[in-house]
T-cell receptor
């Protein structure tokens, strides 16, 4: 069990640029989640995959955000035309078993700074 | 609507003191799970405990104990004989059986243990 891996750890970009983050979940986990965490707040749900299917998206996920999980393995989260308000820690998590009672296993996150 | 409240933003204790972190939740669902996570300075959220809504038995794990009371909608976390390594942000979270894809996190309590 190598844990959830996220890349990069840090990303600094200029407003208006596009960025893409990658998440590699624990290999036997079929569910993958993206959360966003801003300073002093708890993680906020963005989206969720079961295998390759994106089953739920938060209203926080504007049309500038897109997530994919091809072949039900790793996932990418892309933000287009970044804004300063997108600066946050982006957390990926994975789990197995029943959705509502299985603990999430989180990665170290990608910290995005938009200047 | 679902909500988790952690009223204590920051707590400081001297090493070896006991400390209790409060968590109050709101939901109209009768089947739900509660979780505690630890987020050390490294950033990765670490799962500590899960408790379902039908099990009010308190739990002890080493220096950690949890007190679940449905009557007051609280799920408090006590660290006995605190250590410097306990310094972290602690999050309480709620999931529901009918919307299990989403974890509702509180805003966290930052605990500093002073040597």
């Amino acid at each position: 069990d190598t844990g959830v891996s996220q890349d990069p750890r840090h990303k600094i970009t200029k407003r208006g640029q596009n960025v893409t983050f990658r998440c590699d979940p624990i290999s036997e986990h079929n569910r993958l989640y993206w959360y966003r965490q801003t300073l002093g707040q708890g993680p906020e749900f963005l989206t969720y995959f079961q295998n390759e299917a994106q089953l739920e998206k938060s209203r926080l996920l504007s049309d500038r955000f897109s997530a994919e999980r091809p072949k039900g393995s790793f996932s990418t989260l892309e933000i287009q035309r970044t804004e300063q308000g997108d600066s946050a820690m982006y957390l990926c998590a994975s789990s197995s078993g029943q959705a509502y009672n299985s603990p999430l296993h989180f990665g170290n996150g990608t910290r995005l700074t938009v200047t | 609507a679902q909500k988790v409240t952690q009223a204590q933003t920051e707590i400081s204790v001297v090493e070896k003191e006991d400390v209790t972190l409060d968590c109050v939740y709101e939901t109209r669902d009768t089947t739900y799970y509660l979780f505690w996570y630890k987020q050390p300075p490294s950033g990765e959220l670490v799962f500590l405990i899960r408790r379902n809504s039908f099990d009010e038995q308190n739990e002890i794990s080493g220096r950690y104990s949890w007190n679940f009371q449905k009557s007051t909608s609280s799920f408090n976390f006590t660290i006995t004989a605190s250590q410097v390594v306990d310094s972290a942000v602690y999050f309480c979270a709620l999931t529901l059986s009918n919307t299990g894809n989403q974890f509702y996190f509180g805003t966290g309590t930052s605990l500093t243990v002073i040597p």
